[in-house]
């Protein structure tokens, strides 16, 4: 989808992308051959080739710094499949909803072939040097809730990747909701022991944790391995999807 993108471009917007869509142009190389049966004057053509030879010399470099401040942020998800080789799932666990009152317990953080975990008191300022590695961080609601609760207890930490809020582009398709039910929805079943938890759960396991049951905390990870682990399960079950409705809007 990467590939089909113009809107990272400058002046350019989703009412002119989805007109060089539906002038049957659906790809940078594809402009720069047919640039002549699109209906834009001259000039915006011009600038638009421009930037495309930019953007192919960025994607072969694998300047994700340059997609992740030009492209608008809810658009992140479109450079997936291009940067799919350096990701995050990124989940935390906290004491509570306030940062800067409450704090982390864990994060997991899952790059597609191992998942790790985090723990308060133990190796949680590891994520200092850990997060900052990744080209994309895939989260479920974590522009609003894990990346500023991280940032705060952290502000070192410089978040300049990709960042692909599963929440909001699985609303475009109809999948709405907390990320345990988009789980049902799309087939995903969890272990018998984690099942039914909640963030809620995850806090009082970790209260049970901190009286001195380790296997709360057990517990604790194995739910939080599951939710980074199904982030990776749900991008690749959807992203035909998201590519499919993004492109029918161009017939609306």
């Not at 800067?100 to 723990?119: C, F, L, M």
């Not at 930490?157 to 929805?185: N, V």
Request: aromatic share 10%.
């Amino acid at each position: 989808m990467l590939k089909s993108t113009f809107i990272h471009m400058p002046t350019i917007g989703a009412t002119i992308e989805k007109r060089i869509w539906s002038s049957g142009i659906r790809t940078w190389e594809e402009f720069l051959r047919e640039r002549e049966l699109i209906p834009l004057p001259d000039k915006k053509k011009s600038l638009i080739c421009a930037s495309i030879v930019d953007s192919i010399d960025r994607l072969k470099a694998q300047d994700h710094r340059f997609f992740a401040s030009s492209l608008p942020t809810s658009e992140h998800w479109r450079a997936y499949r291009y940067f799919s080789d350096s990701i995050a799932c990124v989940d935390i666990e906290t004491t509570g909803l306030a940062p800067g009152h409450d704090s982390i317990t864990v994060v997991g953080i899952y790059d597609g072939k191992e998942a790790r975990t985090y723990v308060k008191g133990i190796d949680l300022e590891d994520i200092i040097e850990e997060l900052p590695k990744y080209k994309t961080l895939i989260t479920f609601n974590g522009a609003r809730f894990d990346l500023p609760f991280i940032k705060k207890e952290f502000p070192e930490i410089e978040f300049d990747q990709l960042h692909i809020d599963l929440m909001y582009p699985l609303r475009r398709i109809g999948l709405c909701g907390g990320l345990k039910k988009i789980e049902q929805m799309l087939g995903i079943s969890r272990t018998e022991e984690t099942a039914g938890l909640s963030g809620f759960d995850a806090v009082r396991l970790w209260k049970e944790y901190e009286r001195g049951n380790n296997r709360s905390l057990d517990i604790l990870l194995e739910y939080n391995r599951e939710d980074i682990v199904n982030l990776k399960r749900i991008i690749d079950m959807v992203y035909d999807r998201l590519v499919e409705n993004k492109f029918s809007q161009c017939l609306k």
